[in-house]
């Protein structure tokens, strides 16, 4: 009896000590996007002289005014090409995924395999070549280069997710249809689609995500008509001084589009990792 009081009262104490420690993490963790927030709110000369952390004594949204300014073209440009390089990948993605997980043809196998490589293929192992193709193509510094980059790039990591999904989609759904005289295009359009809403919005999220936040083929593909936020950022800081608070202001603003997703599309994205995870079981 002193045992199975003691049992309870000791997995009441690892939970506690199991809450303190996450606490902890969490804390550590926001921390810094809290003081991002902070500085974010206060004029140049408080910032000097607060705790980063610390609420500012007068809040201000002037820092905000001014980072706009230098961000609005910018962040519109990274929304055109992150829509872009997104549905493009996605629509190649879903397609090739179709194909993959529903129809079987001679070395099927191999060229999942190779969709497969390419997903962990660094982007430096392709820079080179991949810039002189662009520049061949005339595509330099421009949004259709920039989202071509992307869509191609991002089509082998779609296929590998709606492949996992597509797998679990009955086939009885697909003959049915092709009895009823469906074509492959036509069965994509109202069977697979409708049927797979939930990894979709999955993969948009993860695609827009990526794409938003990346810099590499942004730096080195695009120039000044061309320029998304992430590049554009560095602008911000001064060249004799830095003002920490319109830097701050202007990551919030970075941040904000992919928080805005997130808080529409999150609940939608958890039911597509579970989904894909007992897919993959």
């Not at 809040?59 to 706009?68: F, I, Q, R, S």
């Not at 230098?70 to 990274?78: D, E, F, R």
């Not at 009885?172 to 049927?195: E, F, H, S, T």
Request: charged letters at 10%; hydrophobic letters at 50%; one cysteine or more.
């Amino acid at each position: 009896m002193q045992n199975a009081v003691k049992a309870p009262a000791r997995y009441r104490v690892l939970r506690g000590v199991f809450y303190i420690i996450m606490l902890v993490f969490v804390v550590l963790y926001l921390l810094p996007f809290w003081g991002t927030i902070t500085t974010s709110l206060k004029t140049s000369s408080e910032v000097l002289t607060s705790n980063p952390v610390a609420l500012p004594t007068e809040p201000t949204l002037d820092a905000y005014g001014e980072a706009w300014e230098t961000l609005k073209q910018p962040l519109l440009t990274s929304l055109i090409i992150t829509l872009g390089g997104a549905f493009g990948s996605i629509f190649l993605g879903s397609i090739c995924a179709y194909g993959l997980s529903k129809f079987r043809f001679k070395f099927d196998n191999l060229f999942f395999f190779l969709l497969t490589v390419a997903i962990y293929l660094p982007y430096q192992a392709i820079l080179v070549p991949l810039l002189r193709t662009i520049n061949f193509l005339g595509l330099y510094d421009t949004y259709a280069g920039l989202i071509l980059i992307h869509t191609v790039y991002g089509m082998p990591m779609c296929t590998s997710m709606f492949r996992s999904f597509y797998a679990d989609l009955p086939d009885r759904l697909i003959q049915q249809a092709m009895v009823d005289g469906n074509g492959p295009w036509a069965i994509y359009r109202k069977i697979v689609l409708p049927n797979t809403t939930i990894a979709t919005v999955t993969v948009l999220v993860f695609q827009c995500t990526s794409i938003w936040n990346e810099m590499l083929f942004a730096l080195t593909m695009g120039g000044f008509e061309c320029m998304p936020a992430t590049i554009a950022l560095n602008q911000l800081v001064g060249t004799l001084s830095a003002d920490f608070n319109i830097q701050m202001a202007g990551s919030i603003l970075l941040t904000l589009p992919v928080m805005v997703l997130y808080m529409f599309l999150g609940k939608y994205l958890i039911r597509g990792y579970m989904a894909g995870a007992v897919t993959a079981s």
